[in-house]
């Protein structure tokens, strides 16, 4: 079993939310920010699915602090590792 799959099995995340997740732990610093957008070029999916799949990884409780921060062409979300 993948990485993924134990974190959407272990926290109740969907597929995408565990990609994004993903993405996040392997991508971010001590402090970065995130347009949706990008996100989705980088995981083949719009801005909108990334901004809805991103809400229920900042309302978990997992080791990466979401935040949304910003919204200019794109949301912007504050990611805290």
Known sequence: MSTTANVTVD???SEKQARILEFL???ADTQTYFKS????EELGL???EVGT???AIAEGDFDVG???WGYS???TWK???
């Open 11 to 13: 926290a109740g995340l």
């Open 25 to 27: 732990r392997e991508n």
């Open 37 to 40: 957008r990008l996100i989705g």
């Open 46 to 48: 719009s801005a909108k």
């Open 53 to 55: 799949n991103m809400t």
């Open 66 to 68: 979401v935040e949304k």
């Open 73 to 75: 062409s794109s949301t």
């Open 79 to 81: 990611v805290v590792v």
